[in-house]
């Protein structure tokens, strides 16, 4: 299994970023993947959830309104879309799916840096 993460990437404050999360080897419609970051000095912090199979999403509290996840089932890949970024979003961005109540399965991560 693998999740592979797009690049790293520099933001304007106010702009917004996409971060591509690509599954292989398991069925993608299978399992949900969450989203989490780790931002300097600060514990991972979780973001939300998405089940490719069905679309359907939750989001963590601190971030509805400005988050949005997708998956093109078409091309086993998640995405997540941050937006009105600002300084505080500056972190590494992870994919990950659990199997059974443990996530198993991790992307390599995304740094997304939100600088002017």
């Known amino acids: 299994v693998h999740l592979v993460q797009s690049g790293a990437e520099l933001r304007n404050p106010g702009a917004s970023v996409k971060v591509s999360c690509k599954a292989s080897g398991y069925t993608f419609t299978a399992y949900q993947i969450d989203w989490m970051r780790k931002a300097p000095g600060q514990g991972l912090e979780w973001m939300g959830r998405?089940?490719?199979?069905?679309?359907?999403?939750k989001y963590a509290q601190n971030f509805q309104g400005r988050v949005t996840f997708t998956a093109d089932t078409s091309t086993s890949t998640a995405y997540l879309e941050l937006s009105s970024l600002r300084s505080e979003d500056t972190a590494v961005y992870y994919c990950?799916?659990?199997?059974?109540?443990?996530?198993?399965?991790w992307g390599q991560g995304t740094q997304v840096t939100v600088s002017s």
């Open positions: 990950a799916v659990g199997v059974a109540g443990t996530y198993d399965w």
């Open positions: 998405i089940h490719p199979g069905d679309g359907g999403t």
